[in-house]
């Protein structure tokens, strides 16, 4: 499995931006999907979480503004983040389960401007 992330970027606090993050290889394998992110020095943390059949999962910090969702077609997953924040700037990762293998994608940086 192979994951290409993109759409990243500088937004002002309270804009919004989608990441997209397409999906190739032996896809039929994927559990679940999600975007995680990861400040310089911390440990990489959930953001967001999809399976296959379209069960979600937050993190607290993002619930109500963030929006996970996948385009089966198009083997491509979507994070649309909302009224963004300052403490949203950091470098997210998509990744996806298939059993007990884990892949990931490269990393896209958000950066929120106060």
């Known amino acids: 499995v192979q994951l290409q992330a993109s759409g990243g970027g500088l937004v002002q606090a309270g804009g919004s931006l989608r990441l997209s993050c397409a999906a190739s290889?032996?896809?039929?394998?994927?559990?679940?999907m999600g975007w995680f992110r990861q400040a310089p020095g911390k440990q990489r943390e959930l953001v967001a979480t999809?399976?296959?059949?379209?069960?979600?999962n937050y993190a607290d910090s993002v619930k109500g503004r963030f929006t996970i969702s996948r385009d089966n077609a198009n083997n491509t997953m979507y994070l649309q983040m909302n009224s963004l924040k300052p403490e949203d700037t950091d470098v997210y990762f998509c990744?996806?389960?298939?059993?007990?293998?884990?892949?990931w994608g490269q990393g896209t940086q958000v950066t929120v401007s106060s």
């Open positions: 999809i399976t296959s059949g379209g069960s979600t």
């Open positions: 290889g032996s896809i039929f394998s994927i559990n679940v």
């Open positions: 990744g996806a389960a298939a059993g007990r293998l884990v892949y």
